[in-house]
């Protein structure tokens, strides 16, 4: 019986010094430091000098914190595309960069604040900004060290800061030669906005989340209009932000939406033989001539739900100590079939409204004019939308079209400046209370007789900060423009 042959002497592989385990994480710093000692990234420039440019500006990442795996991701695919222009004869330099200003840092310096129960704004600006300033440049050190872990070439010892004087310098003079050729202007223009952290956010830091919000139904009294029979009615609107209303300047329609004049009639029980004007004190909140009947105008095919709310109103008003324990309401065309009482949306162009808060003068004196709206749809609410320019990216777009300007009314920490002529300097726009159906706006507008139906269940998806988790607000804001087509 032969012996098994072992094959192993026939097998001819080059022998190497490579050991058999590849030992990286003791080798990698050495290999690292290497590169650092014979000053690689610098012969490679000198190698390449003359050559044709390869430049890879790099988006510089926030100096807020620890690498993470999308910084890997940056550095690693910039790098591999800096080496391959590299070893395509160009000369690719690599400026790493950091991003040291805005949110992201000042927040972090304020987490440490809040832990020593300080508060941001008690404490100097200057002193504020060298805190930041100071916390960048340790992050900047950190994620150097790190990325270059990674084996990332670049130029390391001079990176791009946005927080270099002579960067911020070259900005300043770059903008002013925007200014000097007359293309910078003054203008405004809504953002989102966070009245907790008191800053712009950029959609990147906005979340979408579902809330229970309260729904309001105002009366804007119709004091002008082509239409005889709209003057001393009303036209309703309705929102999920109360607080936009001490800002309304005006009321927007959809041009082919359909509209009509409804009748509104409240009864009492039959056979009721009691006093009708203890009934009438009782609703002095709602608008109507003899708090028995009005006249509302509303898109025709959101009359159903509109009633469902404002029966359901009515219905909160306790009569049992009358005898009984509500009211009838029920709404009917004048004429009994509609039709010399239905408008389209285009017939109330030049109608104008008044603010339900009109007594308090100046701003809410001023006439609320109907503007056509194409973005008005009759999906919800009630076909007619007020407009708020300084907090709606429609209503500003549309009362700027017809001369309407923001009032700037909502500073940065979400209150009514304190020289607003309603509800100056009271509470955050942003907080549930300020805008609950007991709470300030609404009872202001019941006493006014401008609400109609106020009510918190209305569910839908709100924006918040990603970072506070609070809710964002739509809020026009002074800024610097340059125009992109001059």
């Given at each position: 019986?032969t ?21 990286l994480p ?5 290999i690292?430091?290497?590169w650092?000692e014979?000053g ?14 390869f430049?890879?500006h790099?988006?510089?990442?926030y100096?807020?914190?620890d690498?993470h795996?999308?910084?890997a991701l940056?550095?690693?695919?910039k ?14 330099p690599y ?6 200003h805005g949110?992201?840092?000042?927040w ?19 002193e504020?900004?060298?805190e930041?300033r100071a916390?960048?440049?340790?992050w ?5 060290e790190q990325?270059?872990?990674?084996g990332?070439?670049?130029?390391w ?6 927080m ?14 925007f200014?000097?050729?007359g293309?910078?202007y ?7 906005w ?8 950029a ?14 139904d105002?009366?804007f009294?119709i ?8 003057v001393g009615?009303y ?13 309304n ?9 359909e509209?009509?004049?409804?009748s ?8 009721w033989?009691?006093?009708?004007t ?9 608008p109507?001539?003899?708090?028995y009947?009005?006249?509302v105008l ?14 359901r ?10 005898g ?8 009917y065309f004048?004429?009994g079939?509609?039709d010399s ?14 603010h ?10 001023k006439?609320r004019?109907f503007?056509?709206?194409?973005f008005?749809?009759t ?22 079209a017809?001369?309407i ?13 304190a ?9 955050s726009v942003?907080?549930?209370?300020f ?5 300030p ?14 009510s ?24 610097w ?6």
């Amino acid at each position: 019986m032969t012996e098994a042959k072992d094959y192993k002497d026939t097998v001819f592989l080059p022998k190497t010094d490579f050991p058999m385990k590849a030992g990286l994480p003791q080798k990698e710093p050495g290999i690292l430091a290497r590169w650092e000692e014979q000053g690689l990234y610098h012969k490679l420039r000198e190698a390449r000098a003359g050559r044709e440019k390869f430049i890879l500006h790099d988006g510089p990442p926030y100096a807020n914190g620890d690498m993470h795996i999308g910084h890997a991701l940056n550095h690693i695919l910039k790098d591999m595309v800096c080496r391959t222009q590299s070893l395509l004869g160009k000369d690719a330099p690599y400026v790493p960069g950091w991003d040291c200003h805005g949110l992201p840092i000042e927040w972090k310096v304020e987490e440490q604040y809040r832990k020593k129960k300080l508060n941001k704004d008690e404490v100097p600006v200057k002193e504020f900004r060298a805190e930041c300033r100071a916390y960048a440049q340790h992050w900047v050190n950190v994620q150097r060290e790190q990325v270059k872990r990674l084996g990332v070439l670049g130029n390391w010892d001079k990176p791009y800061l946005t927080m270099d004087f002579d960067s911020e310098a070259t900005i300043v003079s770059e903008l002013l030669k925007f200014a000097e050729s007359g293309q910078l202007y003054r203008g405004a223009k809504p953002v989102m906005w966070s009245p907790v952290e008191k800053t712009a956010l950029a959609e990147a830091e906005v979340e979408y989340e579902d809330i229970t919000s309260t729904q309001i139904d105002v009366a804007f009294e119709i004091t002008e209009s082509p239409i005889p029979e709209l003057v001393g009615a009303y036209a309703v609107i309705w929102t999920t932000t109360p607080w936009t209303i001490p800002v309304n300047q005006a009321i927007a329609y959809g041009p082919d939406v359909e509209y009509v004049l409804l009748s509104i009639t409240a009864d009492t029980p039959p056979g009721w033989r009691g006093s009708r004007t203890a009934v009438n004190e009782r609703l002095h909140h709602f608008p109507f001539d003899d708090l028995y009947i009005g006249k509302v105008l509303i898109a025709k095919q959101l009359v159903e739900p509109f009633m469902d709310r404002l029966i359901r109103e009515v219905q909160k008003v306790d009569f049992s100590d009358l005898g009984f324990e509500t009211i009838g309401v029920q709404e009917y065309f004048e004429d009994g079939s509609g039709d010399s009482f239905t408008y389209k949306g285009s017939d109330l162009a030049g109608t104008i409204a008044r603010h339900p808060m009109h007594h308090l003068g100046g701003f809410f004196a001023k006439p609320r004019p109907f503007l056509p709206g194409d973005f008005v749809t009759t999906d919800s609410g009630t076909g007619l939308v007020h407009m708020a320019p300084d907090h709606g990216e429609d209503d500003f777009d549309l009362c700027k079209a017809h001369g309407i300007e923001p009032q700037f009314a909502v500073e940065g920490d979400g209150k009514y400046r304190a020289d607003w002529g309603w509800l100056g300097g009271q509470g955050s726009v942003i907080n549930p209370k300020f805008n609950a159906p007991d709470g300030p706006i609404c009872s202001d507008l019941r006493e006014a007789g401008g609400l109609l139906a106020a009510s918190a269940d209305y569910k839908h998806s709100y924006p918040h900060s990603w970072r506070s988790k609070a809710k964002v607000i739509y809020r026009c804001t002074p800024q610097w423009f340059v125009p992109m087509d001059n």
